[in-house]
T-cell receptor, first 113, second 116 residues
Framework: AQSVTQLGSHVSVSEGALVLLRCNYS??????LFWYVQYPNQGLQLLLK??????LVKGINGFEAEFKKSETSFHLTKPSAHMSDAAEYFC???????????FGKGTRLSVIA | GAVVSQHPSWVICKSGTSVKIECRSL??????MFWYRQFPKQSLMLMAT?????????EQGVEKDKFLINHASLTLSTLTVTSAHPEDSSFYIC????????????FGPGTRLTVL
């Protein structure tokens, strides 16, 4: 079974500051890891994903995440926050085959001008 | 990328009535569809998984008689909330996938259900 834990339900950063959203996973099989963003009253948009290969994954809107097997982590970062980054961010994991995504509880990112 | 639509985007109904939510994959054939429920300021909780032409598999704690799921074709799945009550008010999100490859799961925009 797979699960993810997102540390911090709410993160607040200043515009231009580093964004760091934490995600740790638990998986009995090699995991596939995802970060999604959700704007108010909207569905989910895929930011980036790790499947195999390079452990540093670059996504849209300047976000990236690094898969660290030794730490069972997949933290999301962005060097410089923008006001438009304010949203809810979900980390998700799934195994191979026809298995569904399992989501973390989400982290709300606020960006202060 | 692939597009998944949901209809309606929001619905308000009276307690005791039934509501049907449609999920369509617009430009691909979805062999599997997932239905998630999201409470305010909370994560997405998987309700059920459905494969085209077969019965849905419900997660533990989800009432299959209350949340009827039909996946009659490769492009359409419906979720019917029967005899809705205020506690069923939530944001329902569908997701569609073709095949079993990792990155082929796409999400609809969600349906906001409010039961008065």
């Amino acid at each position: 079974a797979q699960s993810v834990t997102q540390l911090g339900s709410h993160v607040s950063v200043s515009e231009g500051a580093l964004v760091l959203l934490r995600c740790n996973y638990s998986s009995s099989v090699p995991p596939y890891l995802f970060w999604y963003v959700q704007y108010p009253n909207q569905g989910l948009q895929l930011l980036l994903k790790y499947t195999t290969g390079a452990t540093l994954v670059k996504g849209i809107n300047g976000f990236e995440a690094e898969f660290k097997k030794s730490e069972t982590s997949f933290h999301l970062t962005k060097p410089s926050a923008h006001m438009s980054d304010a949203a809810e961010y979900f980390c998700a994991v799934r195994g191979s085959g026809n298995t569904p995504l399992v989501f973390g509880k989400g982290t709300r990112l606020s960006v202060i001008a | 990328g692939a597009v998944v639509s949901q209809h309606p985007s929001w619905v308000i109904c009276k307690s005791g009535t039934s509501v049907k939510i449609e999920c369509r994959s617009l430009d691909f054939q979805a062999t599997t569809m997932f239905w998630y429920r999201q409470f305010p300021k909370q994560s997405l909780m998987l309700m059920a998984t459905s494969n085209e032409g077969s019965k849905a598999t419900y997660e533990q704690g989800v009432e299959k008689d209350k949340f009827l799921i039909n996946h009659a074709s490769l492009t359409l799945s419906t979720l019917t909330v029967t005899s809705a009550h205020p506690e069923d008010s939530s944001f329902y999100i569908c997701s569609a996938r073709w095949g079993t490859q990792v990155d082929t799961q796409y999400f609809g925009p969600g349906t906001r259900l409010t039961v008065l």
